[in-house]
């Protein structure tokens, strides 16, 4: 994240993020004038390996971490006997399910959580059939449900959950939208961060309080305070560039602020989003549309990202370093200024 874009420190961008996600993975969904939309907020956080990923994760209350990318670890699957096996996902029901080494998922992975992550539903089939359907109470209240399909071979899985992915880097098979169901966060520890790291001091923290009251009810925001959020989140975001396959992008980026504010909502006491709600979530604007752009860069410009923004490096200290000439520096740097990733 760029230096002249935070408003807030980096540790406590994290925090006040994670509580979203931790707060929202129960949460019925939030009505808006013209959709509604599912308050589970989900963060994608990319991160240099060794930089303390996975012991961030092992702080996150009323989580689940999983290491295994396959298909049925993601959604269950069906045994010989014909009984349900649960998934990491219903694990996590009504609570947060972490993906570490998120770098890892397969297509097949990807394919499952966007239906999962944008409807708390996903169809599977298989050559067995489902005899023994589970039986755990009222599912609804436990956040998930299995119902075998009408063939019998195969179920449909519902599950509340909120959603937080950590990886290395972000592949092509991530961008898109797979990319755009979460409020990405690059974070790139700096050399005195990463000393202090080896001391036994974490640069990065979670003081995240686990228990928040579950609604029965929805979120609302009325209309003015919808057109309010929209044109500010305009206004603030307008300048920052993406190529017409990419506006979807922006788009996204507007559901995640009408996600945290309803998160905000619900923190004071009430089901209705005000207008203070949404200036909380717009001070995550700059950052949200930032990221978006910062991780559809290619090898080089985010090399060269990274040496501005971590090495405060002059272009011919860059071209030196990367063994290419300052002209093609310079170039690169006027398209990252056009798109608004960097200001200098």
């Given at each position: 994240?760029?230096?002249k874009?935070?408003?807030?420190?980096?540790?406590?961008?994290?925090?006040m993020?994670?509580?979203a996600?931790?707060?929202?993975?129960?949460?019925?969904?939030?009505?808006?004038?013209?959709?509604?939309?599912?308050?589970?907020?989900?963060?994608?956080?990319?991160?240099?390996?060794?930089?303390?990923?996975?012991?961030?994760?092992?702080?996150?209350?009323?989580?689940?971490?999983?290491?295994?990318?396959?298909?049925?670890?993601v959604?269950?699957?069906?045994?010989?006997?014909g009984?349900?096996?649960?998934?990491?996902?219903v694990?996590?029901?009504n609570?947060?399910?972490?993906?570490?080494?998120?770098?890892?998922?397969?297509?097949?992975?990807?394919?499952?959580?966007?239906?999962?992550?944008?409807?708390?539903?996903?169809?599977?089939?298989?050559?067995?059939?489902?005899?023994?359907?589970?039986?755990?109470?009222?599912?609804?209240?436990?956040?998930?449900?299995v119902?075998?399909?009408?063939?019998?071979?195969?179920?449909?899985?519902?599950?509340?959950?909120?959603?937080?992915?950590?990886?290395?880097?972000?592949?092509?098979?991530?961008?898109?939208?797979f990319?755009?169901?979460?409020f990405?966060?690059?974070?790139?520890?700096?050399?005195?961060?990463?000393?202090?790291?080896?001391?036994?001091?974490?640069?990065?923290?979670?003081?995240?309080?686990?228990?928040?009251?579950?609604?029965?009810?929805?979120?609302?925001?009325?209309?003015?305070?919808?057109?309010?959020?929209?044109?500010?989140?305009?206004?603030?975001?307008?300048?920052?560039y993406?190529?017409?396959?990419?506006?979807?992008?922006?788009?996204?980026?507007?559901?995640?602020?009408?996600?945290?504010?309803?998160?905000?909502?619900?923190?004071?006491?009430?089901?209705?989003?005000?207008?203070?709600?949404?200036?909380?979530?717009?001070?995550?604007?700059?950052?949200?549309?930032?990221?978006?752009?910062?991780?559809n860069l290619?090898?080089?410009?985010m090399?060269?990202?990274?040496?501005?923004?971590?090495?405060?490096?002059?272009?011919?200290?860059?071209?030196?370093?990367?063994?290419i000439?300052?002209?093609?520096?310079?170039?690169?740097?006027?398209?990252?200024?056009?798109?608004?990733i960097i200001?200098?």
């Amino acid at each position: 994240m760029d230096d002249k874009k935070k408003e807030m420190s980096e540790n406590k961008i994290v925090n006040m993020l994670i509580r979203a996600s931790v707060e929202s993975a129960s949460q019925p969904p939030i009505k808006t004038p013209f959709f509604t939309l599912r308050s589970q907020f989900h963060i994608l956080i990319v991160m240099p390996f060794g930089t303390g990923k996975s012991s961030l994760a092992g702080h996150i209350p009323n989580s689940h971490t999983t290491l295994n990318y396959t298909l049925p670890a993601v959604v269950g699957t069906i045994n010989k006997e014909g009984d349900y096996i649960n998934s990491a996902v219903v694990n996590s029901a009504n609570g947060v399910f972490i993906i570490d080494e998120g770098h890892r998922l397969t297509q097949g992975c990807i394919n499952a959580l966007l239906s999962l992550l944008e409807q708390g539903y996903y169809s599977r089939m298989l050559g067995y059939k489902i005899k023994n359907p589970k039986n755990d109470g009222d599912l609804s209240k436990l956040g998930w449900e299995v119902r075998p399909n009408n063939t019998g071979n195969g179920f449909d899985l519902w599950a509340d959950f909120s959603c937080i992915w950590f990886g290395e880097r972000i592949y092509e098979q991530h961008k898109g939208a797979f990319l755009s169901r979460f409020f990405p966060l690059m974070i790139a520890p700096k050399r005195n961060d990463v000393n202090d790291y080896l001391m036994g001091e974490e640069f990065l923290s979670c003081d995240v309080k686990g228990k928040y009251k579950k609604y029965k009810n929805n979120c609302i925001m009325d209309k003015p305070t919808f057109i309010y959020l929209t044109k500010n989140f305009i206004t603030k975001t307008d300048n920052f560039y993406f190529s017409d396959a990419e506006q979807g992008y922006r788009v996204r980026g507007r559901g995640q602020l009408i996600k945290l504010a309803g998160h905000f909502a619900r923190l004071r006491g009430s089901l209705k989003i005000n207008k203070q709600d949404c200036d909380r979530a717009l001070l995550f604007a700059d950052i949200c549309m930032l990221n978006y752009q910062v991780v559809n860069l290619n090898p080089l410009e985010m090399k060269i990202f990274n040496l501005i923004r971590l090495g405060n490096m002059k272009q011919e200290e860059i071209a030196g370093m990367l063994n290419i000439t300052q002209p093609v520096v310079s170039e690169y740097i006027a398209k990252l200024r056009e798109k608004h990733i960097i200001l200098k």
